[in-house]
């Protein structure tokens, strides 16, 4: 007979995961200053705006819409319709000032604890919205961070 996960359990191994994906590492999946966060806080704008290959995306194109759909997912878990949204738009990121890029891993930082507060607040884990859009959150933020790392190897 299977037995159901306690919520307060569930709820501290999602944000220890959520946690090393954004913030810092604590060695569940990352190697050490791996988070997002870590990832592009030395990084300069023209390093995170520059596309490795023609056509390609830059870092920064990559964050902003990890942004985009921290907000979209925000909106999915609160029962708002997010049927119309234009994923392309979260794409169309030119090359920035150093004040622009400060400015989208401000809003990084901001959209992720937006969500982990909205998060904490969940009572109850049995339901589509909150269940499959934080595991949603975690794989395509884990999809990212691989993605912006690779480009960093690049860039840097």
């Known amino acids: 007979m299977s037995r159901p996960i306690e919520s307060d359990f569930f709820k501290v191994q999602?944000?220890?995961?959520?946690?090393?994906l954004f913030e810092?590492?604590?060695?569940?999946?990352?190697?050490?200053?791996?988070?997002?966060?870590?990832?592009?806080?030395?990084?300069?704008?023209?390093?995170a705006s520059r596309p490795v290959v023609p056509g390609g995306t830059s870092i920064?194109?990559?964050?902003?819409?990890?942004?985009?759909?921290l907000d979209v997912l925000h909106d999915y878990i609160t029962g708002k319709?997010?049927?119309?949204?234009?994923?392309?738009k979260s794409w169309s990121v030119r090359p920035l000032t150093e004040a622009e890029w400060g400015v989208i891993q401000q809003r990084l930082k901001?959209?992720?604890r937006g969500l982990v507060e909205l998060l904490q607040a969940v009572p109850d884990w049995n339901d589509e919205r909150s269940?499959?859009?934080v595991l949603g959150i975690a794989v395509h933020?884990?999809?990212?961070?691989?993605?912006?790392?690779?480009?960093r190897k690049i860039v840097l």
């Open 60 to 69: 920064a194109a990559h964050l902003e819409h990890a942004c985009f759909y």
């Open 81 to 88: 319709d997010v049927s119309g949204i234009d994923w392309g």
């Open 141 to 151: 933020s884990a999809y990212h961070l691989g993605a912006i790392r690779q480009i």
């Open 14 to 20: 999602l944000f220890a995961v959520l946690e090393e």
């Open 110 to 112: 901001s959209t992720y």
């Open 24 to 47: 810092r590492t604590q060695g569940i999946a990352l190697d050490k200053d791996t988070s997002l966060i870590q990832t592009v806080a030395e990084m300069s704008a023209e390093q």
């Open 131 to 133: 269940l499959g859009g």
